[in-house]
């Protein structure tokens, strides 16, 4: 069950044949000089204007996902676009005239979507009211990381699975998924089986949170501070605090940004160690020397720069709005793509064991959360 999520590439061994004829694919390069180099020709034709088609589909997709994610927003557009990807691959898997501009629309669009997320973050205002969350943040998330291994394995869940379902759980939801995919190379349904797995507890999330808050009589501040650090996606954090009380509202937002940092330090540590799994299983594929700067994804490297010009005041307030919109935009685009992208029959002979870690990784990030706040006399 382990391996379910993992898609075995298609056999290249071929059926001898059983003529004394070669055929035109056997010949001599040398024999067919004009025939291979029309062909190449043709295939980088056909390569540029068959990503039109894709990318058509997904750029519609992802324009029907923002508007049902505006009409909804504690669903949200990127898991909106998850869904709808998923769905029209169960109806019809996209062919091979539709997947070059899919996956185009995939992992650089990704990256580019999570990088301009820095720009929403202020440093000064993180120091300021995130410093004295940061224990509770801190804690949570290597409660809900380790837990996430341990208890991941115990449940047989698949390696990289347990890594999105816990990233996403534990830091920022979608958008943690989405950073963490390109460093340790996910597969796209197990992409959309975590985003999938964060949404439906980000829907518990709304209706049980802001019961727990009145039944145990936390303050706006307490609450936002507990929404913060135990719900994951930015929409449906607005959607808790707002459902508690608008003053919740301000303090679970700067929290749940300060969370969106830990991003830089996971992906960080997850580049390490996907290269030495890859140099585990391919002892021969390793090199004597390797840059440091080979480990550090690009798109990190730009989301910290965009917080600190954000921080130092260099982008302007009218700009803020856009740019977030913009990354949504790409971060929804991307999602799109890997929603159809996604082996739909992969997802089913996963099973429960996935969600089944996501439901106790959600209740261990709440439970560690609210102790800890318990603890430094927050609540």
Request: hydrophobic share 50%; proline share 7%; with cysteine.
């Amino acid at each position: 069950m382990k391996k379910a999520l993992v898609q075995e590439p298609p056999s290249t061994t071929a059926t001898p044949s059983t003529t004394a004829t070669p055929s035109a694919t056997e010949l001599p390069s040398t024999e067919q000089p004009d025939t291979v180099a029309a062909g190449t020709r043709q295939a980088d034709g056909e390569g540029l204007g068959s990503r039109l088609p894709g990318l058509a589909l997904t750029l519609a997709l992802a324009a029907l996902a923002t508007a049902v994610g505006r009409l909804l927003p504690v669903l949200g557009g990127p898991v909106t676009a998850v869904v709808l990807g998923v769905l029209v691959a169960a109806v019809r898997k996209p062919g091979p005239r539709l997947r070059r501009g899919i996956t185009g629309a995939n992992k650089p669009v990704l990256q580019a979507g999570v990088a301009l997320l820095g720009a929403q973050l202020s440093l000064t205002r993180v120091l300021h009211v995130g410093g004295g969350s940061l224990p509770i943040m801190l804690g949570s998330l290597g409660a809900c990381l380790t837990a996430a291994h341990f208890l991941g394995r115990r449940l047989g869940v698949e390696s990289n699975l347990r890594t999105l379902v816990g990233a996403g759980t534990g830091i920022c939801g979608a958008s943690a998924i989405a950073a963490v995919t390109p460093v340790i190379g996910a597969a796209s349904a197990e992409v959309a089986y975590a985003i999938s797995t964060i949404f439906l507890f980000n829907i518990a999330a709304v209706l049980v949170f802001p019961v727990v808050g009145h039944l145990l009589g936390m303050d706006p501040h307490a609450f936002g501070l507990f929404a913060g650090t135990a719900v994951n996606d930015m929409s449906s954090v607005v959607a808790v605090a707002t459902a508690y009380g608008p003053s919740a509202i301000d303090d679970a937002v700067v929290v749940k940004l300060t969370r969106t940092l830990m991003i830089i330090p996971i992906c960080l540590g997850l580049a390490v160690w996907a290269r030495r799994r890859a140099r585990a299983a391919d002892p021969a594929a390793e090199s004597p020397r390797v840059s440091a700067f080979r480990l550090v994804p690009w798109f990190l490297v730009v989301f910290l720069l965009a917080a600190a010009a954000n921080s130092a005041g260099l982008v302007p307030d009218g700009v803020q709005p856009g740019l977030k919109e913009l990354s949504v935009l790409l971060i929804t685009v991307a999602l799109c793509a890997v929603g159809l992208s996604t082996d739909v029959a992969a997802l089913r002979r996963t099973g429960p064991r996935p969600l089944l870690l996501g439901a106790c990784l959600w209740v261990i990030v709440s439970v560690t959360s609210l102790s800890l706040q318990y603890g430094v006399g927050a609540l």
